[in-house]
């Protein structure tokens, strides 16, 4: 067994290869050392832990039993997932995480001796503050990473789901957690604690229901902070140091990474959470207008040579490109007009995909250059003086009714000005509207054309064109 100062130094060590990590993953040049970073991390973090456990022989078969099932599943989803799937993937986890957070919770609780707290009816108040905290928290994490998993694999609608009084229901339900935490502090009763648990389950439902896909970047790295929170909390009652670390860590960072999505939107934080984007607003008005307005069509064989006669082309891809894995004959296509002295750069809008980075992971499997891949405010300006800009998948991040109507759902969301390059490209199967509803004006554009097909036929149409 390991001495306690000892764990701590160790504990430590771990916690800097964590925000070592983290500062890896900021950049793709240098995401597989942070990777790699984070993996050394746990793995110290999980030793220290094997050699803090006391009853040593009868302890660590338990968890390596556990260790080993968990791996396992966790090894053969990792292998199996396609990369279209690894944003249902994330909820998934997340909602573990949380699931943990009351699992823990409800075992200190119900024996608080085994973890150092006090006994039964009278735990340590620090300790019960934060076992409730936790549980809260993990409860919330669990239910709404649920329903964001649902939504994401489609067994769900993705439209907001809203009623009356919803906003006020949510209100209540929030006040009652404060209120539960109080009382069950003051008088450690069994029932308030699993009322407690129950309504914590039903607020993560309710949180996440009203929010439409559009949003689903935010929620992804909302629910991340908010599993790494549950972890701080249990950490706090398990006085597990890691725990602690790593969760302030990915609660942190998740916030900020919500705050970041919420800007690149032009939207608050809680406008996102009230549910007040995202939603249908495509009306009989908008489908009427969308049919008498002319659509220009065409095919690989165009596409192929409009981009053989340019000198510079900008690739957008979004989440259509990730459905049909279109990423490697994407890659294919670029690597035929660079053989030909075309300057082909990408430009990834910051909600593009389901997922933050969801694009450039995409990329990234498809080895494109990291120095191609540029973020909307840095080549925003270029499409004024590209010939061509091929976009593939992506809708509402190219929308430009972002700029120009008031009433839009994306109204003020910061779009990537695609309409202004002197011909565009539009990979899609159908003139349906995006996650956020709407009609996407950039359609019926003069200098629009639009090909009409799955993104990876079409791309690899195209390439056979380019011949």
């Excluded at 006090?118 to 019960?128: D, H, P, T």
């Excluded at 991340?224 to 790593?246: K, Q, V």
């Excluded at 957008?316 to 294919?332: C, I, N, S």
Aim: hydrophobic residues 50%; aromatic residues 10%.
């Amino acid at each position: 067994m390991i001495s306690p100062n000892l764990s701590a130094v160790f504990y430590l060590i771990s916690g800097i290869l964590f925000i070592l990590a983290l500062r890896g993953l900021s950049s793709p040049d240098t995401s597989r050392q942070g990777n790699y970073l984070g993996i050394a991390g746990m793995i110290i973090a999980i030793l220290v832990t094997f050699l803090s456990i006391g009853n040593f022989s009868v302890s660590l078969v338990y968890v390596f039993v556990f260790l080993i099932i968990g791996g396992a599943i966790g090894s053969f989803i990792a292998f199996r997932i396609p990369m279209t799937a690894m944003p249902e993937l994330v909820a998934g986890f997340h909602s573990l995480v949380g699931l943990a957070a009351v699992f823990v919770a409800i075992a200190a609780f119900l024996s608080p001796s085994v973890f150092n707290l006090g006994e039964v009816g009278n735990i340590k108040l620090a300790s019960l503050i934060e076992m409730s905290i936790g549980v809260a928290v993990g409860a919330i994490t669990f239910s709404g990473s649920i329903i964001a998993f649902l939504k994401l694999r489609g067994i769900m609608s993705g439209a907001p789901i809203t009623f009356t009084g919803q906003h006020y229901l949510n209100l209540i339900l929030g006040v009652a957690i404060f209120l539960l935490v109080f009382y069950l502090c003051k008088t450690q009763t069994a029932n308030i604690f699993w009322i407690l648990i129950l309504i914590s389950f039903l607020v993560g439902v309710l949180l996440i229901i009203p929010i439409g896909g559009a949003d689903m970047p935010v929620v992804i790295s909302m629910l991340n902070s908010y599993s790494g929170w549950a972890a701080a909390g249990i950490g706090f009652t398990l006085e597990n140091t890691a725990l602690i670390i790593t969760g302030a860590l990915v609660g942190s960072s998740g916030a900020i990474l919500s705050y970041i999505m919420c800007k690149a939107m032009n939207r608050s934080f809680f406008s996102v959470i009230l549910g007040g984007f995202g939603a249908d607003s495509s009306s009989k008005d908008t489908n009427d207008s969308k049919e008498q307005k002319p659509v220009k069509s065409g095919n690989a064989e165009d596409a192929a040579f409009l981009m053989k006669n340019a000198s510079s082309v900008i690739i957008v891809p979004g989440y259509g490109m990730a459905v049909a894995q279109a990423q490697h004959a994407l890659r294919e296509m670029v690597d035929k007009l660079k053989k030909s002295d075309i300057k082909v750069t990408y430009a990834i809008h910051p909600v593009a995909g389901r997922m933050p980075g969801h694009m450039n992971v995409l990329l990234a499997e498809a080895n494109v250059p990291y120095d191609e891949v540029f973020e909307l405010e840095d080549i925003n300006n270029d499409f004024a003086n590209a010939d061509v800009a091929f976009v593939i998948g992506a809708n509402d991040v190219t929308n430009p009714v972002a700029k120009t109507d008031p009433k839009s759902p994306i109204f003020g969301m910061p779009v990537l000005d695609v309409e202004k390059s002197k011909s565009v490209l539009f990979v899609k199967r159908s003139l349906s509207p995006g996650y956020a509803g709407i009609d996407n004006e950039l359609f019926y554009k003069e200098n629009t054309l639009m090909l009409f097909a799955d993104a990876k036929k079409m791309t690899e149409d195209i390439v056979k064109n380019l011949d």
